[in-house]
């Protein structure tokens, strides 16, 4: 069983920062790619960023310049998303994806989401 666990969502002011974590565990051969996307009340949900296993990332337009994806090396089961300048437009639900590799298969999974709401 493959899991997402996502981490560090909360209540900020505008031009504020905060630090998403999601920690994949379970029966896992490799992790290609990890992401995160979002879904703002009333809204789709969108890409917000996405990185690759060579590290290759691509961001949002709206996001670029103020959030930085990454991914823990040693063990390339964890991706964090650190979040500057904050607007209160980036207020959504937070979900991390990944394309995992399992014994059963390649699979994308999600996490169960963490809520960021920035205030003006």
């Known amino acids: 069983q493959v899991q997402l666990v996502e981490s560090g969502g909360g209540k900020v002011q505008a031009g504020g920062s905060l630090r998403l974590s999601c920690a994949a565990s379970?029966?896992?051969?490799?992790?290609?790619?990890m992401g995160w996307y979002r879904r703002a009340p009333g809204k789709q949900r969108e890409l917000v960023a996405r990185i690759i296993s060579d590290g290759t990332t691509n961001y949002a337009d709206s996001v670029k310049g103020r959030f930085t994806i990454s991914r823990d090396n040693s063990r390339n089961t964890m991706v964090y998303l650190k979040m500057n300048s904050l607007k209160p437009e980036d207020t959504a639900v937070y979900y991390c994806?990944?394309?995992?590799?399992?014994?059963?298969?390649?699979?994308?999974?999600w996490g169960q989401g963490t809520q960021v709401a920035v205030s003006s």
């Open positions: 379970g029966r896992i051969i490799s992790i290609n790619d």
């Open positions: 994806n990944a394309q995992i590799s399992g014994v059963s298969g390649t699979f994308g999974y």
